[in-house]
């Protein structure tokens, strides 16, 4: 039985990409979470505008990224 789109060959930028997302966000925790004790004696209303707001800042790199791990291109 022949399939009109064979598979193709496993690319070494899905790998690669996954291990650059998750040093991106190890990256990150590590700098936000340094920063505890300072961001720890704000009022609890900034602290958690400050902590949503870092927790969206990583998602920022990743659209650029998921096309290059897709496509081997940068940009679309």
Known sequence: MNHPNPPSK???????GMF??????TLLAWVIGSQSDVIGGWP??????VYLILGTIWIAPLRPLLIWMETGKWRE
């Open 10 to 16: 496993p690319s070494w930028r899905k790998p690669t």
């Open 20 to 25: 650059i997302i998750l040093g991106i966000i």
């Open 44 to 49: 609890i209303w900034l602290q958690a505008i």
